[in-house]
């Protein structure tokens, strides 16, 4: 076991081979320090003169989700903080620490300003708190701890975009962060529900992992199923950003013809004519009618991310597009099958994942979010970052690493997170991206 300290207000340790009690000990070990010279902020800030509340976020992994209800309760008992939000995942960040193969938590405190925030879930509906006018100070702290063993697995990227860009969704309004059940079939229209059920306010989050079952969630209780999370007002200070990272091959086409998930003609030609020529395969009608020959065909030099595309609705101009999986081609017809809705009007560009674009992405996200933090004369307090299950280790070869450079071009003081098996920006569910959000004061 060992722990250390990062910098004020910001503690990290691990330790192996003990039970959840253990785990819990350590990581409320890190942060009681901090938290008792702090506890004076859960009332009334002399300096703003306003009321404020704790509010604590935890993860875990799937080794621990059976003990998700004594873990809660030990850490309500132990800290006397009430308001707890978070979910169970197949890794979990603290720092640039990422916790994979292992038994493990990552737990962060803080106070809100009162009327900035309030915790929902399905049994826990919210009362829209009216957004306020300032945006004062939140004053949280991380710590993680882990043991034993667990399971990873991955998911997968998406397609470049400006810092320019990414800048605009920074300015702070409210928002709802969202810890999601994977056996939701309906999900984007739930999203667009709870957005609607409050002003509009977009969602951010992702979709809890780690076990085949039931994965337990966190809303001031431990829960099973639907929705929970956070609504964070303009006052709570909250910033985001969006991160793609995978290499577009040609460029965009429109879907003429498609149903569910197939995409039978592009741009007015069979779909699969357009994907061979994006790769620059020459057609030979006799050699491309089997599957397997076309499958042969494709320089697999250049997609050793594998076969993506990216799809996006014009009707949402202002968001990005989603990246799904290829799955497959029938060269008896020139209809190509991916893993998503293929509608009719649409736009799609093929990609492939790519370690190096998805970096200069994310750097480019994390650069201008921090920029845009900068020129609105705020500092960045704490960071929530929600990365792809295909990320982290999966995607660039070792644990941490995305972790760092968030950190890095942020200058985040605090973080944690998880990894999703779906992300949430602006109500979409997208996959292989990364979603930040930042707490500013």
């Known amino acids: 076991m060992n722990a250390r300290q990062a910098n004020p207000g ?65 850490v309500m008992e132990r800290t006397g903080i009430r308001h707890w939000v978070g979910c169970c995942a197949e890794s979990v960040l603290a720092g640039a620490a990422e916790y994979n193969d292992e038994a493990a938590m990552a737990l962060m405190i803080g106070t809100l300003p009162s009327g900035s925030f309030e915790v929902f879930s399905g049994r826990r509906k919210a009362t829209r708190p009216s957004a306020a006018t300032t945006v004062p100070s939140a004053s949280p702290t991380t710590a993680a701890s882990a043991s034993a063993s667990a399971s990873a697995a991955p998911t997968s990227t998406s397609a470049s975009r400006s810092a320019a860009a990414a800048a605009a969704d920074g300015k702070p309004q409210t928002r709802l962060l969202v810890h999601a059940d994977p056996q939701l079939s309906d999900l ?20 809890c992992s780690g076990l085949e079952g039931d994965l337990p969630q966190v809303a001031d209780e431990v829960l099973f199923g639907g929705l929970s999370g956070l609504v964070l007002t303009q006052s709570a200070g909250i910033r985001s950003s969006f991160s793609q990272g995978c290499l577009a091959i040609g460029s965009r086409h429109q879907i003429t013809v498609g149903e569910r998930h197939l995409v039978r003609r592009i741009d007015d030609r069979p779909a699969m004519d357009v994907l061979l020529q994006e790769l620059g395969i020459s057609q030979d009608p ?13 320089p697999q030099q250049k997609l050793q991310g594998g076969l993506l595309v990216e799809i996006a609705d014009p009707h949402r101009n202002n968001q990005h597009g989603y990246v799904r999986n290829l799955l497959g081609i029938d060269p008896s017809n020139g209809t190509i099958a991916i893993a998503g809705q293929a509608k009719a009007g649409w736009s799609l ?53 995305e972790g760092q450079w968030v950190q890095h071009y942020l200058q985040a003081p605090v973080m944690i997170g998880f990894q999703a098996n779906g992300e949430i920006h602006q109500n979409q569910l997208h996959g292989y991206s990364a979603v930040t959000l930042a707490i500013c004061d």
């Open 286 to 298: 006799k050699g491309l009618a089997r599957g397997s020959s076309v499958l042969d065909a494709i």
């Open 10 to 74: 910001f503690s990290l340790g691990h330790a192996t081979h003990y039970d959840w009690r253990m785990a819990c000990e350590l990581a409320l070990a890190q942060v009681e320090p901090w938290f008792k010279q702090h506890q004076h902020l859960g009332g009334v800030d002399e300096q703003s003169n306003q009321d404020r509340r704790w509010i604590g976020w935890l993860y875990f992994t799937a080794a621990f989700a059976s003990e998700a209800k004594s873990i809660l309760e030990h």
């Open 349 to 401: 560009r093929f990609c492939t994942r790519d370690p190096q674009a998805a970096r200069a992405d994310l750097i480019a996200s994390c650069t201008a979010l921090r920029e845009s933090i900068e020129e609105a004369g705020q500092k960045l307090l704490a960071v929530i970052y929600i990365s792809c299950l295909a990320r982290g280790q999966h995607l660039f070869g070792q644990a941490g690493l």
């Open 188 to 207: 984007s229209e739930l999203l667009d529900e709870l957005s609607l059920r409050h002003d509009e306010a977009l969602c951010f989050g992702g979709v």
